[in-house]
């Protein structure tokens, strides 16, 4: 199979397709290098919390070689944890229209090349981890129990966003992990609100699969909400910028954190009265912006914290 076959119908198009050697593209597409929305996603929370965490020290000198760190690291995470839910989901991607040409259920990548791939990027990730302190490293490392476990929720609960939320939120932790030594509570109350975030936005992103989900039985929050969706989404956002907010207050944030939250919940409040969710492409855009929703607080709490080292 050629390597401009089989591309996923939600990323056609990309870098990927036009500028990589063909060999490389089934990999670069098992690590979503063609979507890295995820990517950013899985990013935002560890930006959050290293910076809420550096304006509790009054020192950013450590941030920009921490940002640059976590940076990698998503990357390299979120491509082994894709290169396993592919390898875990390889027979249902196969019957859902959306997914049947991942690599694959489309015979581009064998179980075992697929293997091998995620162990190199998981010692990427490995290897960015262990630059940190070891409070740190064993804080990462307990979140790969979450990981392993994520692509099977599906099958078993209609929740799974719920375990997606606590992986995909776990740098909530990591940041303050990195640069306080430690987990205080503000940190577990952002990590808690950064779960609520997942839920909301995974629960937009799954219902361009939700029929395809209904016929072959897999499980998930848009199939359990249906047409309460946006009910569902109200609750989960305002949960989010509620124990944001919160983490933020504890941490003794200013103004800059606050208006930073101010415009990440406009932009959520956008997000539900924009969703249709009978129109796939919608839901996916939608979805995406949750990246610019994610930097909106991130500018904010970096400001903050540089506004604090400055004066403290």
């Known amino acids: ?81 894709c290169t396993w839910n592919d390898i875990t989901d390889r027979d249902l991607d196969a019957k859902v229209e959306r997914t049947r040409s991942r690599p ?55 929740w799974p966003q719920v375990v997606l939320g606590l992986a995909f939120s776990w740098g909530a932790l990591m940041g303050f992990a990195v640069i306080l030594g430690r987990i205080e509570a503000a940190a577990l109350l952002l990590y808690a609100g950064s779960i609520a975030w997942v839920i909301g936005y995974d629960t937009i992103y799954a219902h361009q699969d939700a029929d395809d989900d209904a016929l072959i039985g897999v499980k998930s929050t848009a199939r359990l909400f249906g047409a309460h969706t946006h009910q569902a989404l109200i609750v989960f956002y305002a949960l989010a910028v509620v124990l944001i907010g919160l983490a933020m207050w504890l941490a003794g944030a200013g103004l ?41 607080l991130f500018v904010g709490l970096l400001a903050d914290a540089v506004m604090r080292a400055s004066s403290g």
Do not use: E
Not at 2 to 20: E, H, P, Q, Y
């Open 1 to 81: 199979m050629s390597g401009t076959a089989a591309r996923v119908a939600d990323a056609t198009g990309n870098w990927v397709d036009t500028l990589a050697p063909p060999w490389s593209r089934p990999y670069l597409r098992l690590a979503r290098l063609d979507r890295p929305i995820g990517s950013w996603l899985l990013l935002m929370p560890c930006w959050w919390s290293a910076a809420l965490a550096a304006g509790v020290t009054c020192d950013v000198s450590r941030l920009p070689l921490v940002v640059a760190l976590f940076l990698v690291g998503a990357f390299a995470m979120r491509g082994a944890g």
């Open 104 to 158: 694959i259920p489309a015979g581009q990548v064998s179980v075992r090349q697929a293997l091998v791939f995620l162990a190199a990027q998981a010692l990427i990730g490995l290897l960015v981890l262990l630059q940190f302190n070891r409070f740190a490293v064993a804080t990462g490392i307990a979140s790969l129990v979450i990981v392993a476990v994520y692509p099977f929720m599906k099958r078993i609960t209609w």
């Open 256 to 296: 800059p954190a606050w208006l930073g939250l101010a415009a990440f919940a406009a932009h959520l409040a956008w997000q539900i009265r924009r969703l249709k969710i009978g129109d796939p492409a919608l839901c996916l855009r939608i979805f995406r912006s949750n990246r610019d929703a994610g930097l909106l």
